[in-house]
Every structure is written in C-alpha cells, then in structure tokens.
C-alpha cells in the first residue's frame, strides 16, 4: 500500500521559510517523478514544483526564484524548501507520486502566510 505522508506546514510571517517534507512508503521511490502541488479556498489545485528521477526539476512562474524541490532516495522523501513567503502562497500543500500507472496523494499539509 502506498503511503505519502507530509509534514512541515504551519503559519508564517510574510518574507519568512518553511519547509515541507513528504516521505513516501510502499513503492519503488528513486523511479518515479515527484511533485507538489497546492489548493488555495476556491482555487483549482496548482502544480508548485516537480522533481523526475534524474533530479530535473519544474517550478510554476509564481515560485520560481523562491522555492526548492529536492529528493533524497535514501530517504524517500521529497522536500521543497520555501523561501520569501507571500500571503498569495497560503494554500494546502499536497504531495504527488507520479508513477506509470497510477497518481497518490497526501493527505496535505496547511501552509499560512500572514501579512
């Protein structure tokens, strides 16, 4: 059974780091891609960031110069490192494996950012 598990979210001040961490269980990690994504209130979920097997990485405009994705295999976790925060960044954070047959999901985590 696969299983992605976050962590790491809470409330921020504008300006201010997180960092999110999302360990995965139950499947071949090193083979698959891995993303996150995020869902502000009203909003349609958004792609943040990926990261493919071979450690190419895609970032949206809105993040690009302020947020890190970044994997450790041995680990089997994903991060993705949040710099410079803004209010418009607060949403809840989902981790995604993308594999060849099927797409899990955490649970989320909540990222605020304050003003």
């Known amino acids: 059974q696969v299983q992605l598990v976050e962590s790491g979210g809470g409330l921020v001040q504008t300006g201010g780091s997180l960092r999110l961490s999302c360990a995965a269980s139950g499947i071949i990690f090193r083979i698959n891609t891995m993303g996150w994504y995020r869902q502000a209130p009203g909003k349609q979920r958004e792609l943040v960031a990926y990261?493919?097997?071979?450690?190419?990485?895609n970032y949206a405009d809105s993040v690009k110069g302020r947020f890190t994705i970044s994997r450790d295999n041995a680990k089997n976790t994903v991060y993705l490192q949040m710099n410079s925060l803004k209010p418009e960044d607060t949403a809840v954070y989902y981790c995604n494996l993308h594999s060849v047959v099927h797409d899990y999901w955490g649970q989320g985590t909540q990222v605020t950012v304050s003003s």
């Open positions: 990261i493919t097997s071979g450690d190419t990485t």
